[in-house]
């Protein structure tokens, strides 16, 4: 059977298989349920897993502890604080409202105070739970890359003290969030206290 015939009778899935490449960078896999894709059409994409879903399938962590580093995550990403932007060129060089076009918008600012607090209760970023955290959960590095290339301070953790490092600061974090989501509802009940 010639090549080309062969590549014809491949099933659709085979040919939008992640690559090899791909697949070295990490656990990819597919989902569990059909989403819709940009058409609208049933599609079942392939996901890369992140350390936070893999550890807590190990069980290593809790949904807790887990929840808590996706909330630090998303937090970090609206505070712009990724390692790699590219300027956008569709914003007006002059400000609108009389602030420095260098300055950032109030929902940043919020966002950049959440993940300063969040670093400060697990021990600060000089601190190996601070690293882990900005590096691991915020920019989304591998835990054995951080062990590796990062550590703390600049000297090399290894692989089991990475692990260590990260179940511990997402324990701090879940507690640490749980005390705020405490203290909000209770800020909450003493201004509305209908």
Do not use: F, N, V, W
């Given at each position: 059977m010639k090549a080309a015939t062969r590549q014809?009778?491949?099933?659709p899935e085979e040919v939008l298989a992640p690559t090899l490449e791909r697949r070295r960078q990490g656990v990819v896999?597919?989902?569990?349920?059909?989403?819709?894709d940009e058409a609208g059409r049933p599609a079942r994409p392939y996901r890369a897993v992140d350390t936070l879903a893999l550890m807590q399938r190990r069980g290593s962590i809790t949904a807790a502890?887990?929840?808590a580093g996706e909330d630090f995550r998303i937090h970090f990403r609206r505070a712009a604080l990724d390692p790699l932007r590219a300027l956008d060129l569709a914003r007006p060089p002059a400000p609108a409202n009389g602030r420095?076009?260098?300055a950032p918008a109030w929902p940043i600012e919020a966002a950049r105070q959440t993940v300063w607090c969040a670093l400060q209760a697990v021990g600060g970023l000089g601190s190996p739970a601070g690293s882990c955290l900005w590096h691991v959960v915020g920019w989304e590095r591998s835990l054995k890359e951080w062990a590796r290339e990062q550590g703390w301070n600049g000297r090399r953790v290894s692989e089991e003290a990475a692990s260590g490092i990260m179940v511990a600061t997402l324990g701090i974090l879940a507690a640490h969030s749980g005390a705020a989501k405490v203290n909000d509802i209770r800020k909450n009940m003493l201004t509305n206290p209908h």
């Open positions: 014809r009778l491949r099933q896999e597919r989902l569990e349920r059909a989403i819709a502890m887990r929840q420095r076009p260098d």
